[in-house]
């Protein structure tokens, strides 16, 4: 995050500006909620496959149903 937080004032400043620590901040913010939300939606696909894997198998949408409740319990 302080790297991104440097590299966004080194850009403005090497393109002759002033750096503006809200634009900055603002941008770091928005980085570090997309990484977040990218690694949220990565462990919900790994722990999520073997419930759709059985969900096909058996061919039950009840499984589905389950297996995200119980994912999202754990989660909370």
Do not use: F, H
């Not at 901040?25 to 496959?49: I, L, P």
């Not at 759709?52 to 198998?57: R, S």
């Amino acid at each position: 995050m302080l790297l991104e937080l440097a590299e966004a004032y080194t850009t403005s400043i090497n393109s002759g500006k002033v750096p503006n620590i809200q634009n900055a901040w603002t941008y770091v913010c928005q980085n570090e909620c997309q990484r977040a939300t990218d690694e949220s939606v990565g462990y919900y696909r790994v722990k999520m496959q073997p419930v759709i894997d059985e969900a096909k198998t058996k061919m039950d949408e009840k499984i589905l149903k389950l297996g995200g409740r119980q994912l999202r319990e754990l989660s909370v």
